[in-house]
């Protein structure tokens, strides 16, 4: 809350106390404060935060309580696809495999490997990415897309583009005119 108003003072000395006295194992309170500072662009700092929640969610990984599990794969998986934002190249790239290790319907990992992949030039990886974004914005549970509608339009629309360019790098191009036609 007080990060959410601008209170930086307040949300500074919070997560001060939460990551070292009241729980500093606590996996969700170390996610947090990396996402907080990651917001206030101290990527270093952010980077060691994002890096304890994973450290920290370890234990839990292979608990037998599967709701234990489910939150440290959810804590960890995040984890990871903030440190890819943080990095570059390889790093991001093998940071977004992680996150997407952990969560294989992580639609924004995939997205953002595809883009690094183009970066890299890398295209054959960057196919791969974007046709598992495809593959899961068209993905249903109990007959229902798993990503919402308004989000799947605009993502699905990206990721075909994307899929076209790289079949198009690839020298696909009768694939590439198919999917860009899309």
Known sequence: AAARSQNYADADKY???ITSTLDPTSYKAWYNYGDYLFGRSKKTVARNAFSNAIKHAEADLSASDKKKVSEAKK???RSYYKLGDIASGSKA????KKAVSFNTNYWQAFLKMGKAY???KNYSGMLNAYENVISIMNKKRKGK?????ARRIKQL???IMFKGVAEYNLGKYSSAIKTLKK
């Open 15 to 17: 997560f001060a106390n």
């Open 75 to 77: 804590y960890t998986s």
């Open 93 to 96: 790239i093998e940071n977004y």
């Open 118 to 120: 183009e970066n890299a």
């Open 145 to 149: 897309y798993i990503v919402s509608t």
């Open 157 to 159: 629309a990206r990721a």
